[in-house]
């Protein structure tokens, strides 16, 4: 199993370009979850899906766009990239019975100038 | 990465001693609390949980404390070793259907040979 799989791992933006960051995981599991995480401020949710076909918003959710169409796809889009989204980008995903034990990501480093 | 390690309290101690680190928790429904551990350059990786009608966990070398009443949390880890040097991070699961954890900021264990 490869687990939880972040593409790209850096990334440098212009302000206003969009992109998608991806996360892949092969373990089955139900629930998925995008995190930021700035120096200083632990990781805080961006958005979260419980299953395919649903999504829900987390503590900083503006700026950003998901959608769960498989199980093992939930892609992080930022439509208009600004530089206050620079950030490490943590994508995780756990089973529904074991929900506090969740896998992440290598994370995505991302600089937006 | 390095970054993260950046403004975060931070608890030295010398390898074999033990260390502590402390938590404070802001939601009192939550109904797991969870420790995960953030090696330099990679994503956090789960350590321990516990349940909200516990007051004591323990693991392989590590033990978690929950005081309610002060919305307390804490980590034990015994004889510190080199390989134990990362950012920890305490969660509150909120339970219910969303699965939704809150991550807090960090804290920075340094273990001095």
């Known amino acids: 199993n490869a687990g939880v799989t972040q593409t790209p791992k850096f990334q440098v933006l212009k302000t206003g370009q969009s992109m998608t960051l991806q996360c892949a995981q092969d373990?089955?599991?139900?629930?998925m979850s995008w995190y930021r995480q700035d120096p200083g401020m632990g990781l805080r949710l961006i958005h979260y899906?419980?299953?395919?076909?649903?999504?829900d918003q987390g503590e900083v959710p503006n700026g950003y766009n998901v959608s769960r169409s498989t199980t093992e796809d939930f892609p992080l889009r930022l439509l208009s990239a600004a530089p206050s989204q620079t950030s490490v980008y943590f994508c995780?995903?756990?089973?529904?019975?074991?929900?506090?034990?969740?896998?992440f990501g290598a994370g995505t480093r991302l600089s937006v100038l | 990465g390095e970054s993260v390690g950046l403004h975060l309290p931070t608890l030295s101690v010398q390898e074999g001693d033990n260390s502590i680190i402390n938590c404070a928790y802001s939601?009192?429904?939550?109904?797991?609390f969870i420790w995960y551990k953030q090696e330099s350059g990679k994503g956090p990786q789960f350590i321990i949980d516990?349940?909200?009608?516990?007051d004591k966990r323990q693991g392989q070398r590590v033990t978690v404390l929950l005081n309610k009443t002060v919305k307390h949390l804490s980590l034990q880890i015994a004889a510190t070793q080199p390989g134990d040097s990362a950012v920890y991070f305490c969660?509150?699961?909120?339970?219910?259907?969303?699965?939704?954890?809150?991550f807090g900021t960090g804290t920075l264990l340094a273990v001095q040979p």
């Open positions: 995780a995903s756990s089973y529904r019975d074991t929900k506090n034990i969740q896998y």
């Open positions: 373990m089955n599991h139900e629930y």
């Open positions: 899906s419980v299953g395919a076909g649903i999504t």
């Open positions: 939601n009192s429904a939550s109904d797991y």
């Open positions: 516990i349940r909200s009608n516990m």
């Open positions: 969660a509150e699961n909120y339970g219910g259907a969303t699965n939704k954890l809150i």
